[in-house]
């Protein structure tokens, strides 16, 4: 494997080609679809960049699949994707968040061996006070026989991904994503329109300083959790406090603690008994990133990469950062499950 530095100018796309040519029976496939999500991408934080200029704030007035407001950013990412994937010949379905099922490939247009599925534009609501928003992506390989893909194709286990990232539009647009040899991230450079390597084989710090949880609703969390909670806070064990940041934005909160070193939980409460954030496309590309940087993702009691969907929306608590961190919540919330 070619090593660079953060020093080095290597585009996005020179690196998934020496990616690629470790791998002599690799198709191009794989590359093709991280090109034109990184095309995608560019897309998208162009329009985000000028959000408060242009007049796309403010709601369509319709409701996504979960309910939620529609924010026109959230449409004008959900619309850039499909069109910058659909064609390509190497997707042979995708699913996102915006969507109700399956987003087949327009016919007349060649099948691939892969499915794509994203969160377009997660955290939107907070595009309008200016923090930080995020699109993820999930890849996996067809597994079904026949050219269309089908819904068994999108409900795999996270371990089945070839590929995951994220992009994070914050106080610069960064991509991170990992095709299971570490995890690479690029900062884009507006000014040459180019995602440069800034963060070769991201390692997340063991030595964790942030929590990031919402303790509004500490009321509805079973006893478990809160003694959780109380352990990351210092205030039970002999554990020192970690700072709590909470954006409240899944992937600033996430790309935080990759780089800083912490945990984000969302854990089942008495409303919401399955968590919030998304399994597929949200929890699994970032346990893939969260591991192949050296931590650790799990719902509470089991490996987010081993759950096996039922459902392409489905929620799942998440325990998400440092190893440690997170088997300290598999423990707290395992243990007790275990001898309840
Ligand atoms: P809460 C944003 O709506 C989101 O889906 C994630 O980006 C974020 O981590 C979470 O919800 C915040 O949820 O309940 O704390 O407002």
Not at 49 to 61: E, K, N, P, Q, S
Not at 225 to 251: P, Q, W
Not at 279 to 287: G, I
Request: glycine share 10%; aromatic share 8%.
């Amino acid at each position: 494997m070619v090593q660079h530095t953060a020093t080095s100018v290597v585009t996005i796309e020179r690196y998934i080609i020496e990616q690629e040519r470790l791998y002599p029976e690799a198709t191009g496939e794989l590359s093709g679809i991280l090109y034109d999500i990184a095309l995608a991408a560019k897309m998208i934080t162009n329009k985000v960049r000028r959000a408060g200029l242009v007049d796309i704030l403010g709601a369509t007035g319709g409701d996504n699949v979960q309910g939620e407001e529609v924010q026109k950013l959230d449409v004008f990412a959900n619309e850039t994707i499909i069109k910058a994937m659909d064609h390509g010949g190497r997707l042979c379905a995708m699913a996102s968040e915006e969507e109700p099922g399956i987003i087949p490939i327009p016919e007349g247009f060649r099948c691939g061996k892969y499915c794509l599925l994203f969160d377009p534009l997660d955290g939107s609501s907070n595009i309008d006070v200016n923090v930080p928003v995020g699109t993820i992506f999930s890849v996996v390989r067809k597994i079904t026989r026949g050219t269309r893909g089908e819904m068994e194709d999108l409900l795999q286990p996270g371990r089945r991904q070839v590929a995951a990232g994220y992009i994070i539009y914050g106080s610069s647009t960064m991509l991170v994503y990992t095709t299971g040899q570490g995890a690479h991230g690029f900062t884009y450079d507006p000014s040459i329109g180019e995602f440069l390597l800034s963060h070769p084989d991201i390692k997340i710090p063991n030595n964790p300083r942030y929590l990031s949880v919402n303790d509004a609703y500490e009321g509805q969390w079973d006893e478990n959790v809160k003694s959780l909670m109380r352990k990351y806070r210092g205030l039970e064990g002999d554990r020192r406090a970690l700072n709590v940041r909470y954006v409240g934005s899944l992937v600033a909160d996430f790309h935080r603690n990759l780089l800083g070193g912490g945990v984000f939980c969302y854990p089942a409460n008495k409303k919401r008994p399955n968590g919030k954030l998304r399994l597929l496309y949200e929890a699994n590309p970032l346990a893939f990133i969260v591991e192949q940087a050296g931590g650790a993702a799990c719902d509470g009691t089991t490996r987010i990469l081993d759950l096996q969907p039922t459902e392409l929306h489905q929620r799942t608590p998440l325990f998400i950062g440092s190893r440690a961190e997170v088997e300290l919540a598999h423990e707290t919330l395992a243990g007790v499950a275990a001898t309840a």
